[in-house]
């Protein structure tokens, strides 16, 4: 059974820093990877996708990565600002299984202060 | 629609009452799925529909909770003789071809509160 985990579960930092957080799963044999933001009260936002073909995908000061056979990846957040305060998850597209095939973190809240 | 569209944004209904919640995939998905998000706590899959095969409805919680998507598009998630624990944001979400090649499109989501 694929186990999406994140780390940390909250992060504080100051506005102007790099950050990154990290998403690591359990079971390799995915077709992607989806970065999304969540701000409180509000749906998901889909931030990038990263196909397990791929290695990293940009947008912005927005960099994710994917290690496939280590079952890791990274989402790495430049020059932080106040406006990218909001709960950060990641989620698998997985080959199969009795969760259909998305599988979730419970995600990262980050709070930028200014 | 250019979105994945959720109604009603909100919903307060008293326990024993049944809810439909609706959702409006973006046109031409072929996959659409319903989460649940309860207060705090990461998203909780329900059920998953993909073109025209039979749905994956084993995230259900219980029998009080079914799904239909009529003609492939539209979907209504029913929550018959609602309970305070049914309380959440339920989040719909569609994606072209199953999402292995593009990801998925979520809405804004439904805050149910039961009282």
């Known amino acids: 059974k694929q186990e999406v985990t994140q780390i940390p579960a909250a992060l504080s930092v100051p506005e102007g820093e790099n950050l990154v957080l990290n998403c690591s799963f359990t079971?390799?044999?995915?077709?992607?990877l989806q970065w999304f933001r969540q701000d409180p009260g509000k749906g998901l936002t889909s931030l990038l996708l990263i196909q397990s073909s791929q290695r990293e995908q940009t947008s912005g000061r927005l960099n994710a990565s994917l290690d496939k056979s280590s079952g890791r990846s990274t989402l790495y957040i430049a020059a932080s600002q106040p406006g990218d305060s909001a709960t950060y998850l990641c989620a698998v597209y997985n080959y199969g299984g009795s969760q259909g095939n998305l599988i979730f973190g419970k995600g990262t809240k980050l709070s930028v202060k200014p | 629609g250019a979105g994945v569209s959720q109604s009603p944004s909100n919903k307060v209904t008293e326990k024993g009452k049944d809810v439909e919640l609706r959702c409006d995939p973006i046109?031409?998905?072929?996959?659409l799925y319903w989460y649940r998000q309860s207060l705090g706590q990461g998203l909780e899959f329900l059920i998953y529909?993909?073109?025209?095969?039979?749905?994956?409805k084993s995230g259900l919680p219980s029998d009080r909770f079914s799904a239909e998507r009529t003609g492939g598009s539209v979907s209504t998630l029913t929550i018959q003789r609602t309970q305070q624990e049914d309380s959440a944001v339920y989040l719909c979400a569609s994606s072209p071809g199953g999402g292995r090649n593009y990801g998925y499109t979520f809405g804004s989501g439904t805050r149910l509160t039961v009282v």
């Open positions: 529909f993909q073109g025209n095969s039979a749905p994956d």
């Open positions: 046109s031409g998905h072929t996959a």
């Open positions: 079971d390799s044999a995915i077709y992607n």
